[in-house]
């Protein structure tokens, strides 16, 4: 970041945090705490309001209520609660600047008008209420989203959720960035459960496969503590699935439109048309030929084999975009049962696709000459599907809860992609013509069963269990492409020599994933159990078998020939050249298509949570924890060696130490230190190349090694209300053996190979700002506005061993720091939101929200080259959520407004001079999403 660019975001965040408590100081209000006149507890969710208005407000879990922003006067209140006799209080006083006080003690209602009736009184963790006093009661840092403020702000998926907590970001492809750190940093569970990932390139599975309405709170843990796994860095999502509270029957509907891709020209795989392809389940068309058997050889397939035996091409349907479209079911039931036991359960179903155009710039250097090795201008064209299925089963009493869910997810993603220009630095050939036509299948399946008993009836002793299996497949079949040359917009000509025709097969297997869990609970010190310690023992642990199976079919020039052949329409001249015996095909895998890996994780651990004055919370824990990784694969060569071993076996044992004081009722402070891990992302070290068209080729690093983190962090946080909230955040990290990306400069014929390694160490430090307001603080007229902004600011050195990092060492020269590859220095969330009941039936919800993150190293630099710095990318969102009845919903969203740029360069520090002017290696723009949802509620 430069030092303006700095200097202005410094002046900007310290104005905000001045307004943020100026306004929270300038307030006149009534607050209070009510409770029951005979046995003296509290009621949550009781209801306050001012007579004669819609202005109101609701208990906490202490039973206190706040009525804000009230100018100087007399009010009637009203006090309602079921079972309860409604109460009305007159004449109650505000004056300016003076804070009224109201308790309130309520009666049961007399015992004939409730008849038979049993009134049960719950406290939902899904309300924005509730969550912001999750966070302020909670030890650790830790911040939810629940379903209330998920459906009111009409967020479609978990995803998408996330981001709307401070830190998170989102970036296209990628995933969840959490304080600027990427997706290798976090992890993922499910009821607490660990799941594995459907995408071998990626650490947690992509999270907009799961529809908010199966989720009951999204919960992030920025800081650790001994029951969760040891694989922490950036953030622990944990997703609560919903266990249908009340009776739901809803069907949503949906479509969008997108600004560079709807009704215009789109490329789809002729087998990816069919109306089964739209909800991504088309026939299997793309299995390998029986011709080349179970295991690799050398054989070169007949005629009448190359003719009969595939039952994919490469012809293309060459339409027009449709507009994008989503299903969504949920259908929910809950069932009172005799002596306070109820049976619940839930069924989701959910599809959607997704058309999107892409085009821009795709490039990489030659270190030997500085100039580009190849240079294309590139076009995607994408037709994606999510499905989902959810099933849940909930069975509870007084003492017992018992869950069983299972989910079942399907994406597809066929993409057509186009390459023009020129390769291998052959800058007077700029006709070179590419051509992938690839599927990309993902299939994931978790069965889940988990509970939670008390052994006593108080809840003073209580055990909590669970397990899960889990399935996963990862397939590209039948990927495919051509090279040649292009001689018009609607002609290519080939050769047959130098694999210009290849296919490739890829299988990714995650046959067995099994985790579970045990966990017992103690509370004690105190009769009140609100305020008592607690004693955690527990044991969570998981199991992971993964195995690849990577065949390439190639083709043999049989005849010398060039042939030239509609790029969209190849396939009957291919069939033509094949009866004329001018090419065939043959099998060009080597010894290195089979691979496993084994992953184990064994933990036990001991957490001490102690209150002490109702002020001070300390919270000690620590895991021992066992991992193993065992990695078997072949090196090229032949199919009969042994397969190599790489095992790494590691025994960590993992302290944490959570601290909260009460300076006041409204305000916390916070610190926290822990040791924690970080593991590769399963591509980055399985023994695999994985090969594109253009020469670029990913290959995993099984002698990679787990990162060693020790986390520091302080917080201040004030709620003035039970919807507002101001946080200040401190920061540090310490890594030994950071991972990080690599291109490397591949030997012979040029290109570019992505791969993994480790750096020496890495600091980092920063910190985070966030506030959630009501603007009525500013202005009555705003009253029905409310503002949230947060912010991360983040140092990051990493330094370089320059023995094991020799490659890269060539880039930097004498200097062996930089900053950490894939961490951002700054990033930035903000949203304004207004709420107003247009009507008693009518009720609306408008969002526009902003995110920006700051430059951040996407791959460290080798052999003389500068790194590549993803530049900032700013996204603006509006979003309307309208309730116009009982029964409908209507939602307009219009999504990445202002449509920037998102860009790659290569740094100008290199240490080979460089001869392009243009330092761009990749870009494109996503376009401008209009989208219209309806909902109906039987």
Same mark, same amino acid.
């Given at each position: 970041?430069?030092?303006k660019?700095?200097?202005?975001f ?23 705490k ?21 202005k ?6 202490? $039973?206190?209520?706040?009525?804000l922003?009230?100018?100087?006067g ?6 309602k ?7 009305n ?26 008849g038979?009736?049993?009134v049960?009184?719950?406290?939902s963790?899904?309300s924005?209420?509730a ?9 650790e840092?830790?911040q $939810?989203?629940?379903?209330?403020e998920l459906?009111?702000?009409g ?11 401070t ?11 959490v ?6 940093y976090n992890?993922?569970?499910?009821n ?22 199966i ?17 922490f860095?950036g953030?622990t999502?944990n ?7 009340k009776p739901?029957t809803k ?7 997108l ?6 020209k ?10 089964e392809?739209?909800v ?9 030929p ?6 690799p ?17 490469y ?11 989503s ?11 005799e %002596? ?10 959910n ?40 099933s ?12 069983m ?10 993409t057509?992609?186009?390459?023009l220009?020129y ?8 006709n070179?013509f ?12 978790t ?20 397990i899960s299996?889990s ?9 495919k ?7 018009d ?8 020599? $130098? ?14 994933f ?6 017992? +609970?103690?509370?004690?010190g ?6 008592a ?23 043999q020039n049989l005849a ?13 001249t291919?069939a033509?050249e ?13 010894a ?9 994780v064994n ?13 001070l ?17 072949r ?17 960590n ?12 009722d ?25 090969v594109?068209?253009d020469a ?12 060693? +983190?020790y986390?520091f ?6 709620f003035?209300?039970n ?5 200040f955040?401190?920061?540090?990290k310490?890594?030994?053996n950071?991972?990080?990306?690599l291109f ?10 992505i791969t993994?390694n ?6 980092l ?5 966030e ?11 705003l ?5 949230g ?9 990493t ?10 060492t ?23 939101k207004?709420?107003t ?17 700051g ?7 080798? +052999? $003389? ?5 993803? %530049?900032?990318?700013?996204k ?17 969203g ?13 740094g100008?520090?290199?240490t ?9 290696? %990749? ?16």
């Amino acid at each position: 970041m430069n030092q303006k660019l700095f200097s202005s975001f410094s002046i900007i965040s310290v104005l905000l945090i001045t307004l943020s408590i100026n306004v929270f100081a300038q307030t006149g209000k009534i607050t209070g705490k009510v409770t029951d006149k005979t046995t003296g507890e509290t009621l949550i969710g009781l209801y306050v309001g001012i007579d004669g208005t819609t202005k109101g407000a609701v208990t906490d879990v202490d $039973g206190r209520y706040t009525l804000l922003n009230l100018a100087p006067g007399k009010y009637n209140l009203v006090f309602k609660y079921l079972g309860y006799q409604t109460k009305n209080v007159s004449n109650v006083e505000v004056k300016d600047g003076v804070v009224s006080t109201l308790n309130i003690m309520m009666e049961e209602a007399a015992t004939q008008s409730l008849g038979e009736i049993v009134v049960t009184a719950t406290y939902s963790r899904e309300s924005e209420t509730a969550l912001i006093l999750n966070q302020k009661n909670s030890i650790e840092i830790k911040q $939810g989203i629940g379903a209330q403020e998920l459906s009111r702000k009409g967020i479609g998926d978990v995803e998408e959720g996330l981001t709307k907590i401070t830190g998170i970001t989102k970036v296209d492809g990628r995933g969840l960035f959490v304080r600027g750190l990427e997706d290798r940093y976090n992890n993922l569970l499910i009821n607490g459960l660990a799941v594995p990932s459907n995408n071998p390139f990626k650490k947690i599975i992509p999270l907009d496969l799961f529809p908010t309405d199966i989720v009951s709170v999204l919960e992030t843990s920025k800081t650790f503590n001994s029951s969760l796994y040891g694989d922490f860095a950036g953030g622990t999502f944990n997703i609560v699935t919903s266990k249908g509270e009340k009776p739901v029957t809803k069907i949503s509907i949906g479509t969008s439109f997108l600004s560079n891709t709807t009704f215009r020209k789109f490329l789809r795989a002729e087998d990816a048309t069919s109306l089964e392809n739209y909800v991504g389940f088309g026939a299997d068309t793309r299995s390998l030929p029986k011709a080349f058997g179970s295991r690799p050889s050398a054989y070169m397939m007949s005629a009448s084999e190359a003719l009969s035996q595939f039952g994919s091409g490469y012809d293309i349907n060459n339409g027009n975009a449709p507009l994008n479209t989503s299903l969504n079911l949920l259908h929910t039931q809950r069932f009172q049962l005799e %002596k306070d036991r109820s049976f619940q359960y839930l069924f989701s179903l959910n599809t959607d696709n997704n058309f999107q155009y892409r085009e821009g710039v795709d490039r990489f250097f030659n270190t030997a000459q500085g100039i580009y090795d190849n240079n294309l201008y590139t076009t995607i064209n994408r037709f994606s599907t999510n499905s989902s299925v959810l099933s849940a089963i909930n069975y509870g009493t007084k003492r017992l809860s018992l869950n069983m869910n299972a989910f079942y997810l399907r994406g597809t993603e066929n993409t057509i992609q186009d390459q023009l220009g020129y390769t291998n630095s052959q800058a007077t050939v700029s006709n070179a013509f590419i051509r992938l036509n690839q599927l990309q299948k993902t299939d994931f399946f978790t069965g889940q069963l988990y509970s939670t008993y008390k052994l006593t009836k108080n809840d003073a002793h209580s055990i909590k269990a669970g397990i899960s299996y889990s399935k996963t497949k990862y397939q590209l079949p039948d990927r495919k492409s051509f090279r040649g040359s292009r001689v018009d917009e609607n002609t290519t000509s080939i050769n047959y020599s $130098g694999n210009s025709l290849y296919r490739q097969y890829m299988d990714f297997d995650g046959d067995f994933f099994g985790s579970g869990l045990v966990e017992y +609970n103690w509370k004690f010190g105190n009769d009140d159990l609100t305020k008592a310690h607690k004693l955690s023992l527990g044991y969570n642990g998981s199991f992971n078998k993964v195995a690849s199976n990577s065949r390439f079919i190639v083709s043999q020039n049989l005849a010398s020939n060039n042939i030239s052949f509609n790029t969209n329409a190849p396939d009957a001249t291919l069939a033509n050249e094949i009866a004329n015996g001018n090419f065939t095909y043959r099998e060009g895998s080597n010894a290195t298509y089979a691979a496993t890996m084994q992953e184990g994780v064994n933990a036990g651990y001991a957490d001490l949570a102690l209150q002490f004055n109702n002020k001070l919370n300390i919270n000690v824990g620590a895991r021992v924890e066992q991992s193993e990784r065992l990695t078997r694969f072949r090196n090229p060569g032949s199919f009969s060696d042994p397969f190599q071993r790489i095992k790494q076996n590691n025994l960590n044992v993992l302290p944490a130490a959570n601290l909260k004081y009460s300076l006041t009722d409204k305000a916390n402070l916070r610190f926290s230190a822990s040791k924690t891990l970080t593991k590769p992302v399963i591509m980055e070290a399985f023994p695999l190349e994985f090969v594109n068209p253009d020469a670029t080729i990913e290959s995993g690093n099984p002698n990679i090694i787990n990162s060693d +983190n020790y986390n520091f962090d302080a917080k201040y946080e004030f709620f003035p209300t039970n919807k507002e909230m101001f946080a200040f955040t401190a920061f540090a990290k310490y890594i030994e053996n950071p991972i990080e990306r690599l291109f490397l400069q591949t030997a012979g014929s040029g290109g570019l190979q992505i791969t993994y390694n480790n750096s020496k160490q890495a600091i980092l430090y920063g910190a985070e700002i966030e506030f959630l307001l009501q603007l009525s603080r500013l202005s009555e007229s705003l009253s029905n506005f409310s503002a949230g902004f947060n912010t991360s600011l983040m140092y990051t050195r990493t330094t370089i061993d320059v023995l094991k990092n020799s490659v890269e060492t060539a880039a930097i020269g004498d200097n062996n720091t930089r900053r950490l590859q894939g961490a951002s220095p700054w990033l930035i969330n903000a949203d304004i939101k207004h709420e107003t009941d247009f009507s008693k039936k009518w009720k609306s919800t408008m969002t526009i929200a902003y995110s920006i993150y700051g430059e951040r190293i996407y791959a460290v630099g080798t +052999n $003389g080259l500068d790194n590549y710095y993803e %530049k900032p990318f700013g996204k603006l969102d509006f979003i309307w959520n309208n309730k116009i009845s009982t029964k409908w919903d209507v939602k307009l969203g219009i999504e990445n407004i202002l449509n920037p740029t998102y860009r790659i360069d290569l740094g100008d520090e290199s240490t080979i001079q460089i001869f392009e002017n243009d330092l761009t290696v %990749k870009d494109f723009k996503r376009g401008i999403g209009v989208s219209l949802g309806l909902g109906y509620t039987f």
